[in-house]
């Protein structure tokens, strides 16, 4: 994963338990980057996954739920720090059909050996479907990444992930319903 999720991580992590706690963690997990994140750099997947896991066991919250509050939080970073130079889209709707060519293809691009998400956006009666797939199965920080997108866009909706890879399909399918 790349170096700027693990660097919102790091900050997402101190916020909900504190600077003290937090360095405690780094040191009992003892991650292989030492919980010393850079933007720039590529960091494993099951490091953040030992750290959402850590974070659940210690607040009492679900990872799901972590990583949804994660996602939406996320979003505003990566608006302010990359996806701002592509969101030319003037709309919540356009902006999701795109994401994946705009951000995704970009992240290729850059780093050819990265794994991002693949998502394919059809219309449905009310709203989308967000068809997504990946190795990594993190379809909930989707959801929030998605939710956050939808308020920066002054946009109301209601997700529904009734298809879900952690349910054994092998994608995830999120139903993005438009509230007018």
Not at 41 to 46: A, K
Not at 76 to 81: K, N, V, Y
Not at 102 to 108: C, E, I, L, Q, S
Request: include cysteine.
């Amino acid at each position: 994963m790349l170096g700027i999720i693990f660097t919102e991580l790091a900050d997402y992590g101190i916020d909900k338990v504190g600077l003290t706690n937090w360095n405690r963690a780094m040191a009992e997990l003892q991650l292989p980057s030492q919980g010393a994140y850079t933007t720039g750099q590529r960091y494993d997947d099951g490091e953040a996954m030992r750290v959402f896991n850590w974070l659940g066991e210690t607040t009492g919250q679900s990872v799901r739920l972590l990583f949804n509050e994660f996602g939406y939080r996320l979003f505003d970073t990566l608006r302010q720090r990359t996806l701002g130079n592509y969101m030319i889209d003037s709309d919540f709707v356009r902006f999701l059909k795109h994401i994946d060519k705009t951000t995704h293809d970009k992240v290729r691009s850059y780093f050819p050996d990265s794994s991002p998400p693949d998502f394919k956006v059809t219309d449905t009666e009310g709203g989308l479907v967000m068809h997504y797939r990946s190795d990594r199965k993190l379809c909930f920080l989707a959801e929030g990444l998605i939710q956050s997108s939808a308020d920066f866009y002054q946009t109301d909706i209601q997700l529904v992930h009734d298809v879900c890879m952690h349910q054994g399909a092998d994608h995830c399918e999120i139903t993005v319903l438009i509230h007018d």
